[in-house]
Each structure stands twice: as structure tokens, then as C-alpha cells.
């Protein structure tokens, strides 16, 4: 495809999202009326194949729940899993392949608006996935009117799970990226607490990776009245807890970017009793993989020989979502499409993303593009909280940012 041609389709699309914008704020109002939680999403996953059905656009179910997984969420104190609603479209043929994502999962959080199409449920969508599968949705419709001229195939990915930091993985672990092969893949965030229409991305690490362990320390309750004939599991726990944050200081360079915090901590019910077992969790963020890579191992070390200098024993449950990349050879390909979409003066540069993303399962295993979208003011009321609203003025720029990424990116192929 000539350069005159690409910039003629990426205009159209670019056009033709633009012109959806009522459609996908529909799709996205009729979604966050039926918020969902977790990896199993059916009212939510039945809402996308639907409108993957009404283009004709083939689509299967994809994800894989092994029991350890289940086991694992049980250890740090979730609901277990019992199944993962992705959805995997494709657009096009052949090969090379360009996957786009969208989350569509909810959070445990009552939504506190007054709107005519809130959450009538106990949970809602205070993080916006309910637009990014509105948007993929409508990108879908644009690249389908286009197939024809598209020279190889865009792959679509819905997934469940994205709050849980798993959920791309078990689509992973189920052949998202096979079948055909994925070569790049391309994602964003709309930010609620940003100003509308802007767009930024970060070349390199995008987002902070997290970093979960639990550790439930077995000892030998009996009577305070004689310790010696106890092993206190609330004292191992508190050795632990001082030990984790001692080694951040001595075995982690301070230029590196990366925290510990013990979230909860503690056992026993009444005052004169010592337990049989006692509880810490904590979380550790990094945007430094090397430094996260000598704490992971560190950690569990250190946690085992406390637990064994008091002769207790001690069960430890890790879960692990590493840092998001962005593809710097990637993002420079693609920032041209950013600026069809906003213009050149409203894509910018930033710092890395405190939160963390699971796209980051995606990122590691092929060249991905991570990039957030602006759809509020910085005074709005941020994600994850009850009060959050979208400016719904910009859906059709990320539908438009989906589709101009995926035809400059199988153009240039």
C-alpha cells in the first residue's frame, strides 16, 4: 500500500469512527447498566457477540481457567474462578496480524451518580472498560466496511478479568496469539481525571508491575500464661513484617522505583490465647524489573528463614503481574495514527503509569503499544471511586485510534 493510500484509508476510518460517536455511546451506556465482575462476564460477553454477530464478524470464546489458578485466588482471599469469558474476533486474512484489546469487566464498587443509565447492581464500571469494549465494538464495525483493503488480519481480544490481573493470560493460555499468529497488538485507557481528548503513551515501561504475597505462618496456640510451651505465629508475623521493609533499604538501590506495603496483618480472637496461626499480606510495585526480579526472590527467602529461626512453618502464595512495555520501534510506527485522530499538538509523552495493567501479559509476549486517552478534567473524580464519570465527547476517538493503529500498522507490513 502506497503512502497516498494509507493516508487516504486512515482518513476514512478515522471519519467513519467519528460519525459512529452515538452508536458507540449507546453500546457504552448499555453496558454500564450491566456491570459484571471477575472472569466470568455472560450478560457482557453476550452483549459483544451479539454485535460481532449483527457485522459478521466470526468470533469464539477463549479462555483457560487451570485449578491452580482457582487455588491461588482462594490463598489470597478471593472468590475462586471458575471460568473466563474472553471473546476473540477476527477481521481480515492471513497473515501479519495486529491484535486490539478491550477489558469489559466491572468492579465491586456501588456507583454514587445521579445518571440515567447507572449501575443498578452492587458493582459498576468506576474504571471505564465499559467504553473500551464500546469503542473495540465500533473500530470492529469501521475495519470490517474496510476488510477488503486490509492486507492482513486484525484480531480482536475482549476480556474478563483485567481488575483481577489475570484475565489476558488465561486468554493467553487458551491461543489468543495463535491462529492466526499475533505480531503486535495495540491497547488504551481512557483516564476520567484527564483532560478530554488527550492522548498519552510512554515508550518503555508503561505501567508498574504488582506483585501480591501471602503468607499464613503456622505455630502452637496455647495460654499466654506459658509462652514456652507455645510457638507465637503473631510474633514470626511481626519479625516478617520488619524484616520485608528492612531489606527494601539494604539489598534495593533507593534510585530504583519500587515500594513494599503490608496491607494486613494478624491472627487470634481474644487476648489471653496465643493462635495457631497468624496472617500478613503485602504488595509490592515496581516500574524497575530488575530490582523486582532480586525482591521476588529475596522475599520468599527471608520470609522462610524467620518462620523457621521460631521453629513455626509457613505457607506462601505469590501472584505475580509484571510491568506493561511499550514497544519504542512500535510507538514511533503508530504515533502517526495518534495524530490523525487528536492532531499532533495533543499526543504527548509522559511518566510511566503508577497503576498496574494486565495488558502487561499481552506486552510480553509481542511488540504492544499502550497509550491513555483523556476523557474528563484533571478535577474530576479519579478511577475506583463511586463518583467517576466519563466525557462520553471522545469515544470515538479511541474507536478511530483502534482502527487508524491497525491499518498504518498492516500497511507498513
Known sequence: MSELDLDRLRSTVVETARRLQDDIVADRRALHRIPEVGMSLPETAGFVCARLDA???????????????????????????????????????GGPCILLRADMDALPIVEENDLPFCSQRDCSHMCGHDAHAAMVLAAARVLKEHEAELPGTVKLMFQPGEELGYGSQTMIDDGLLENPKVDAAFALHVIANAPAGGIVYTPGVTSASLDTIAVRVHGRGGHTSAPQQCIDPLMVVNQIYQAVNLFMTREIDPAASITLSVGTMGGGTVPNALPDTAELKL???????????????????????????????????????????????????????????????????????????????????????????????????????????????????????????????????
Not at 66 to 92: C, D, K, M, N, W
Not at 297 to 317: K, M, Q, S, V
Open 283 to 413: 504488595g509490592m510495585r515496581s516500574f524497575d524489573v530488575e530490582a523486582r526480579a532480586h525482591a521476588l526472590e529475596r522475599l520468599p527467602e527471608i520470609i522462610r528463614a524467620y518462620t523457621e529461626a521460631w521453629r513455626a512453618t509457613c505457607d506462601i502464595a505469590t501472584f505475580e503481574v509484571p510491568c506493561t512495555v511499550t514497544d519504542p520501534a512500535l510507538a514511533d510506527e503508530l504515533v502517526d495514527a495518534l495524530r490523525a485522530v487528536a492532531g499532533t499538538e495533543r499526543v504527548t509523552i509522559d511518566a510511566p503509569m503508577p497503576v498496574t495493567e494486565d495488558f502487561a501479559y499481552v506486552s510480553r509476549a509481542v511488540p504492544s503499544m499502550f497509550v491513555q486517552l483523556g476523557a474528563g478534567s484533571v478535577d474530576a473524580a479519579p478511577h475506583h471511586n463511586p463518583h467517576m464519570v466519563l466525557d462520553e465527547s471522545v469515544l470515538w476517538m479511541g474507536a478511530a485510534m483502534h482502527a487508524a493503529a491497525a491499518v498504518t500498522w498492516l500497511a507498513n507490513r
Open 55 to 93: 457485522l459478521g464478524i466470526p468470533w469464539r470464546t477463549c479462555g483457560a481457567v487451570a485449578p491452580e489458578l482457582t487455588q491461588r485466588y482462594e490463598e489470597l482471599g478471593f472468590p475462586g474462578i471458575t471460568a473466563s469469558t474472553g471473546i476473540v474476533a477476527t477481521i481480515g486474512a
